[in-house]
Antibody, heavy 119, light 111 residues
Framework: QVQLVQSGAEVKKPGASVKVSCKAS????????MHWVRQAPGQGLEWMGW????????NYAQKFQGRVTMTRDTSITTVYMELTSLRSDDTAVYFC????????????WGQGTLVTVSS | QSALTQPASVSGSPGQSITISCTGT?????????VSWYQQYPGKAPKLIIY???NRPSGVSNRFSASKSGNTASLTISGLQAEDEADYYC???????????FGGGTKLTVL
């Protein structure tokens, strides 16, 4: 069965970076795009960008350009999302979400990774 | 770009039907058949319940249905059950640089 398993919770100081991983299993890794979506406490969902695990190509939301980098390691079927220059308003649960094409829908989601930014 | 507009909350009694709206523009909801709906329980990841405006993934109850008219998409849940109490989000592709928009979410309370 399809599984997306994310790395554990992180606590970071303002200005630091965080790298969240998402290990995929149960399907052909390179056949599906992977998107990242975040959710601040008590708030709605916010799209961050996608990576094509086949080519490594990426597309980031304008809001995060310059601060986010999405990469993949096909040998271990894992994608990564790194966010730099963290601020307190980056405190959120970060989800990876699988997508058959570049555009939604997101048919499977990781369990989420809580990133807390606090001094 | 602003999120798609959803009501903050809706409620209904068991057995009743409710509808959640999702309003966007011609650059997103109205312009593409790329509307999807997600159900999210507290502390859990969202779950896809509708894709491409009207389609249900395998395993999703047929009590969930959806439609679109102009720039507004709608999710209807019929025969409300206690287990339907959750947050619901719509999503759409958008032709502007934001690429993907979500609604602000609607909290469904089953009375």
């Amino acid at each position: 069965q399809v599984q997306l398993v994310q790395s554990g919770a992180e606590v970071k100081k303002p200005g630091a970076s965080v790298k969240v991983s998402c290990k995929a299993s149960g399907y052909t890794f390179t056949d599906y795009f992977m998107h990242w979506v975040r959710q601040a406490p008590g708030q709605g969902l916010e799209w961050m960008g996608w990576i094509n695990p086949n080519s490594g190509g990426t597309n980031y939301a304008q809001k995060f350009q310059g601060r986010v980098t999405m990469t993949r390691d096909t040998s271990i079927t894992t994608v990564y999302m790194e966010l730099t220059s963290l601020r307190s308003d980056d405190t959120a649960v970060y989800f990876c979400a699988r997508c058959r094409r570049v555009t939604p829908p997101f048919d499977y989601w990781g369990q989420g990774t809580l990133v807390t930014v606090s001094s | 770009q602003s999120a798609l507009t959803q009501p903050a909350s809706v409620s209904g009694s068991p057995g009743q039907s409710i509808t959640i709206s999702c309003t966007g523009t011609s650059s997103d909801v109205g312009g593409y058949n790329s509307v999807s709906w997600y159900q999210q329980y507290p502390g859990k990841a969202p779950k896809l319940i509708i894709y491409e405006v009207t389609n249900r993934p395998s395993g999703v109850s047929n009590r969930f249905s959806a439609s679109k008219s102009g720039n507004t998409a709608s999710l209807t849940i019929s025969g409300l059950q206690a287990e339907d109490e959750a947050d619901y989000y719509c999503s759409s592709y958008t032709s502007n640089s934001t690429y993907v928009l979500f609604g602000g979410g609607t909290k469904l309370t089953v009375l």
